[in-house]
């Protein structure tokens, strides 16, 4: 009886409106997980909202933003004075399609930047679900489709990076990818004129993502060039004159291609996945520090995260797989389409976490495919009539139930932000803020001040720079460098060591010490190292306004709470030694909400720090201290505990911040400034001080006489 009325259910209706409400259904869960944590964030404005105004998931998308707003302000001009001083870089042309939807819509809905910066990620996002119904029904029908469907949709990772906030190329990649593969398939399996309809699509499709991930068009023409390549050499046999026809029109499109972009245009294709995947892999190579061992996205997941972030189950990831490897083996030349998305998936094993947004479609071909087939034994084994939809329940769950109970919170905390939108008040509208690098997108956004590296222009050499006045223990040098890089720049630095014989170590080691020393003692260094300069012939004079050029702009050091927290990457940027290739990490743990009791120092997370003793416990561990001190916000009050080896515990008690610390850092401009708010009048200036959340410096620095 029961399988009699299971047989007579939806399957005997229409199946085009079985379909179109499955998909609508599919859609609704795709977004009510990507939108429900709306509600936590109304339930605690205070980390998700400034002024009123939602704050976005990922400090990239202010790149984005920012771009869309000039759009929609009608301030997109050619160069980027904002970004990458005092280089400046040009603007892409066209604007990113991203920043392009965006201020449409500003332009013709009453939604402010912000909303749409949050929201709209999330309904493109979904737009996955029509590649990966279109893919599984080729390859077994609907049921794969919708199965294909949904759990795209679920796949934690992909749902995290196409979410509420995440305004960033992220929430299409997968889906452009995904329709490239189809359209070339149709293309190669078609055997009727309507396969150049499918040739024309996946043209489209190639150049919509071109607009769309603007910043990586080699990677993007790598990933369209597959499927189109497999069509050609395993499905596409025209006759003769269609062949001709064909293969002229290609071959004229090439050839332009060339002369757009130039006879180099393979080698420079082949160099630049190379490159990328020098970075993904952290290989040292050069003078400088592969910066991608340094990003969380860069890091390889273990196994546990892997699964539990694509699929949600041991069970499902088992099944996944063994769909895929079904597919493969049923139709192994067909499969070849989708080659592109599992090799991609594969690096997330291999390199680093930011490829597990390709795991998505993978492991949901894998388990629509195994799906289908056990709904295709339905007619020998009619338990499967319902073994089947309850197995897809059983896969869909633990995604579905993960994506519900975790909440993401914005990237840059409204407190921060505050600080950033104090800076548009209170600084010239042409000064610069040196910020370390992950602000410098939030910055141009909400401050409207001009950076010197962010997001995208962060390479090993810029990052090095860029943190060097943080990790110094010299002030003066400090505020020398920051005021000649923002005159010089990367090309200055780079002119230097030309002249030095393109050797870098002797090169960065003579601006420090000639910047450190000041002017009157830098010029005895330079009139030393005058004679081994080999490049054009300055003198002493002109190096000196080389080294201390006027300060033409004002610029401000910014300081922030999340440096406390990664101190360890920073400050080895910072101290990068060329020669040795190797920097020091040092050791800074910071607490919050500290308070100071005569001589005993604890917080809510379980520190307790003994002033008399010298010993720290936290989470049932001992660490025995060398010294501490005490900043009342009057005066420092300095404890030795008479042990030559140990850690040093700092407090500054009116903001309830405190940290254990070693040596390397405790002496550095960062920890002089944040924790210490040591006034270091010919350096460095206070603006605003809100520790912990932030800091702003004017910094001054040395002049010529």
């Known amino acids: 009886m029961v399988l009699s009325f299971a047989q007579n259910i939806p399957w005997r209706l229409n199946r085009r409106w079985f379909v179109t409400v499955a998909l609508l259904f599919v859609v609704a869960i795709g977004l009510l997980v990507r939108l429900e944590d709306i509600g936590d964030w109304k339930a605690h404005p205070e980390r998700a909202f400034f002024q009123g105004e939602p704050l976005l998931t990922t400090a990239d998308g202010y790149f984005y933003l920012t771009l869309a707003r000039d759009l929609a302000e009608g301030g997109y001009a050619r160069i980027d004075e904002k970004r990458a001083v005092p280089d400046n870089l ?39 679900i029509f590649p990966l119904y279109l893919l599984g029904n080729y390859y077994s029908g609907p049921v794969m489709g919708l199965t294909a469907a949904l759990m795209g949709l679920l796949s934690n990772y992909y749902v995290f990076r196409s979410g509420l906030g995440w305004f960033d190329t992220d929430c299409m990649n997968v889906t452009w990818a995904m329709c490239a593969a189809y359209f070339f398939l149709k293309f190669g399996t078609e055997i009727c004129p309507v396969r150049y309809f499918y040739f024309a699509g996946g043209m489209i499709v190639y150049g919509m993502f071109l607009w769309w991930w603007d910043q990586t068009p080699y990677v993007v023409t790598v990933i369209s060039a597959v499927p189109f390549s497999v069509a050609l050499l395993f499905f596409y046999r025209p006759s003769r004159r269609e062949g001709i026809i064909f293969t002229g029109g290609a071959a004229t499109v090439a050839a332009a291609l060339l002369l757009w972009k130039g006879v180099d245009f393979p080698l420079e294709l082949f160099e630049d996945v190379a490159n990328r995947l020098t970075y993904i892999a952290k290989v040292q190579s050069g003078d400088f520090p592969n910066i991608g061992i340094t990003i969380s996205e860069q890091v390889r997941p273990a196994m546990e995260e892997i699964v539990s972030r694509t699929t949600g189950s041991y069970p499902a990831f088992i099944i996944a797989a063994a769909g895929l490897l079904w597919l493969f083996f049923d139709k192994p030349r067909q499969g070849l389409f989708v080659s592109v998305p599992v090799i991609l998936a594969v690096l997330a094993f291999l390199y680093a976490k930011r490829f597990l947004i390709f ?4 492991s949901a071909l894998g388990i629509g495919y195994f799906v289908a087939r056990m709904w295709a034994f339905r007619i020998r084994f009619s338990a499967l009539y319902l073994l089947t939809p309850l197995l897809l329940l059983l896969l869909a769950w633990p995604a579905y139930e993960k994506d519900m109970t975790e909440t993401v919170w914005p990237k840059v905390s409204p407190d921060i932000v505050a600080g950033m939108e104090r800076i548009s008040g209170s600084t010239p509208g042409d000064s610069v803020v040196w910020a370390w690098w992950d602000h410098g997108y939030p910055i141009n956004y909400w401050a409207r001040r001009a950076t010197v590296n962010d997001g995208s ?19 003066r040098l400090a505020a020398n460098f920051i005021r000649f890089y923002v005159a010089r720049g990367m090309g200055g630095i780079n002119s230097f060591y030309r002249s030095v014989g393109m050797d870098r170590h002797r090169g960065l080691e003579l601006i420090r010490e000639i910047l450190a020393a000041g002017p009157k003692k830098g010029r005895e260094v330079i009139e030393k190292a005058v004679s081994g300069i080999s490049g054009p012939q300055m003198t002493t004079n002109q190096w000196m306004r080389f080294f201390f050029p006027p300060n033409r702009l004002k610029t401000y050091l910014f300081i922030d709470r999340g440096m406390a927290l990664t101190s360890d990457w920073w400050f080895w940027f910072g101290s990068w030694n060329i020669e040795k290739h190797d920097g020091v990490q040092p050791i800074f743990h910071a607490w919050f909400n500290v308070v100071l009791n005569h001589n005993e120092a604890r917080n809510e997370e379980g520190l307790l720090v003994d002033l008399n003793k010298g ?82 410096w004017e910094v001054t620095g040395d002049r010529l006489e």
């Open 615 to 696: 010993e720290l416990f936290f989470k049932g561990h001992r660490y025995v201290l060398a010294k501490a001190l005490i900043n009342d916000g009057r005066k420092l009050r300095p404890i030795d505990f008479g042990r030559k080896d140990g850690l040093s515990f700092e407090i500054l008690a009116p903001a309830g911040f405190a940290a254990v610390e070693d040596v390397h850092i405790s002496e550095s401009v960062f920890n002089k400034l944040f924790l210490r708010y040591m006034r270091i009048k010919d350096y460095f200036k206070p603006i605003d001080l809100k520790t912990p959340s932030y800091q702003v």
């Open 90 to 128: 040009n603007r892409p042309l066209p604007p990113p399609l991203l920043s392009v939807a965006a201020a449409c819509l500003a332009k013709i809905s009453p939604f402010s930047m912000n909303w749409i910066g949050v929201m709209l990620p999330c309904f493109l996002g979904v737009l996955l």
């Open 359 to 362: 795991m998505a479609p993978v």
């Open 457 to 475: 222009i962060h390479n090993p050499e810029r990052t090095v720079y860029n943190a060097m006045p943080y990790s110094t223990s010299n002030p």
